[in-house]
């Protein structure tokens, strides 16, 4: 099955790209797909402990199973502004 990942911040930085095509196996989970990410960056599992994970714009914990179609953010926390 293919997913699209949309990386942010410091993660595209790390990837190089904002928005990669990866072929899964069929029953992977958002889990599954952060591993590949680490091996083929490893500097990436640095920040991984920070990152939150979306499916398809909600939310999601790395065991949630993904489908053929799916739209996966990568999203390192984000800080800074104002105090207004």
């Known amino acids: 099955m293919r997913v699209t990942v949309k990386l942010f ?3 595209r930085a790390i990837v190089g790209q904002g928005e990669v095509s990866i072929e899964l196996k069929e029953g992977s989970t958002v889990g599954d797909l952060m591993e590949h990410f680490f091996t083929r960056h490893p500097e990436l599992k640095g920040i991984a402990g920070s990152l939150l994970l979306a499916v398809n ?13 799916d739209e996966v953010g990568v999203m390192p926390p984000v800080s800074g502004g104002t105090d207004a």
Do not use: I
């Open 57 to 69: 714009r909600e939310f999601a914990e790395r065991s949630v199973n993904l489908q053929e179609g």
């Open 9 to 11: 911040a410091a993660a």
